[in-house]
């Protein structure tokens, strides 16, 4: 099964840019800004910016079955690049 990867750049309150991913089994951008602002919030960054500016589908692919199980039970998973917290 192929899941969709929306490549997001965003802003942290420190001003550092925070590159991830959010792959999700739904290739729809409003859904992926909605798990990125959940994850965000998660980490203490819920006033950071993100619209489709900052939230782009990158392409499709396969994933493990860690991440496959995340994401059937999250809906989605999130990808840490750079400049994210551990």
């Known amino acids: ?3 969709h990867v929306f490549d ?3 802003k ?3 001003g550092q840019t ?7 089994d739904k290739k729809n951008v409003e859904n992926a800004i909605e798990f990125a602002k959940k994850w965000l919030e998660s980490i203490g960054e ?10 782009k589908f990158c ?4 994933v493990s079955e860690e991440i ?3 994401i059937m039970t999250d809906g989605y998973f999130i990808a840490k690049m750079e400049g994210c917290p551990e």
């Open 1 to 3: 099964m192929d899941f």
């Open 8 to 10: 997001t750049y965003v």
């Open 12 to 14: 942290s309150k420190s």
């Open 18 to 24: 925070m590159h991830f991913d959010v792959i999700t």
């Open 46 to 55: 819920k006033d950071a910016k993100i619209t489709t500016e900052e939230c």
């Open 59 to 62: 392409h499709s692919q396969s």
């Open 68 to 70: 496959e199980i995340d």
